[in-house]
């Protein structure tokens, strides 16, 4: 069954990992995707065409998420090829890890720029199509680190306990609306952004979860499309964790 035939969504940051997997569940399900790279260009442009390849409207844009007014035109860019936007997921993310001893002013800007900031300038520049439109969803990728804090991630807990904050927030601003906002928790999921990790580390995290695996991009996309579709109209204002059962 498809659950978003007719919908537009954008996705940031979708060249690589959990984005990529996002973008074409979206598309699987019938939505046109716009979605957002930085510096990944050859493998967003093989995205783009794996995407029109489902018989969708598809199209990459070069786009910096934690540039305020770069959010603004890439909206204003997507409305004008794609007529409307149903659906914004914000996924562009980066890490820069450190013990707190160590980690310089820059490290944290860096992060909360890219995390959090981010999606602030998506969910503003989106804000007044979807009030137009009178619906809408949102759905940001903030992690279990944000619910529970992790050492040496002080800088990415902070923006992702951020990014919750900002979701209850604009659900309760914007519910009256019919535009919906939500978050998704990812635990340990294995992408590009885990595989530089040393392998017996990852293996006892396996271990730690009930699960007993790591999680997949799909794993993440399946419930990204739950709330972007009406199969959860009656949700906003929540985190749900995709993590295995990991404790939080
Ligand atoms: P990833 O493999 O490192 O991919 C990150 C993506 O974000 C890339 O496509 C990158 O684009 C893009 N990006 C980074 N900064 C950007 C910016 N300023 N503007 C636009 N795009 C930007 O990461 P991932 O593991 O898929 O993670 C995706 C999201 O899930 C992140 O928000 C991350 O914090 C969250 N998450 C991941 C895990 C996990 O275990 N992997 C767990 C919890 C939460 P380019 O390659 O083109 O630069």
């Excluded at 709330?227 to 949700?235: E, F």
Aim: hydrophobic share 40%.
């Amino acid at each position: 069954m498809k659950l978003l035939e007719n919908q537009t969504a954008i996705v940031t940051g979708a060249s690589r990992g959990i984005g990529t997997g996002i973008a074409l569940l979206l598309a699987e399900h019938g939505a046109n995707v716009a979605f957002t790279y930085l510096s990944s260009e050859v493998k967003a442009k093989e995205l783009e065409a794996q995407l029109q390849s489902k018989g969708v409207k598809a199209k990459a844009y070069h786009s910096d998420a934690s540039d305020y007014k770069a959010s603004e035109q890439l909206v204003n860019d997507v409305l004008a090829e794609f007529g409307k936007i149903d659906i914004l997921v914000n996924n562009a993310g980066i890490t820069k890890d450190g013990l707190l001893m160590r980690m310089s002013e820059e490290q944290f800007d860096m992060v909360i720029k890219a995390n959090l900031k981010s999606v602030f300038n998506m969910t503003k520049a989106i804000q007044r199509p979807m009030l137009k439109e009178r619906k809408g969803s949102i759905i940001n990728i903030t992690s279990v680190v944000g619910i529970r804090g992790n050492g040496g991630q002080s800088n990415y807990a902070a923006s992702k306990a951020g990014i919750i904050g900002f979701t209850k927030s604009v659900a309760l601003e914007l519910g009256s609306r019919n535009i919906r906002c939500n978050a998704v928790a990812p635990g340990f999921i294995e992408t590009e952004m885990t595989a530089a990790l040393d392998e017996k580390v990852v293996a006892g995290w396996r271990e730690g979860i009930p699960l007993k695996r790591g999680g997949t991009a799909e794993d993440v996309a399946n419930t990204v499309v739950f709330l972007a579709s009406g199969m959860s109209s009656y949700i906003t204002g929540q985190v749900i964790q995709v993590c295995g059962g990991m404790l939080t």
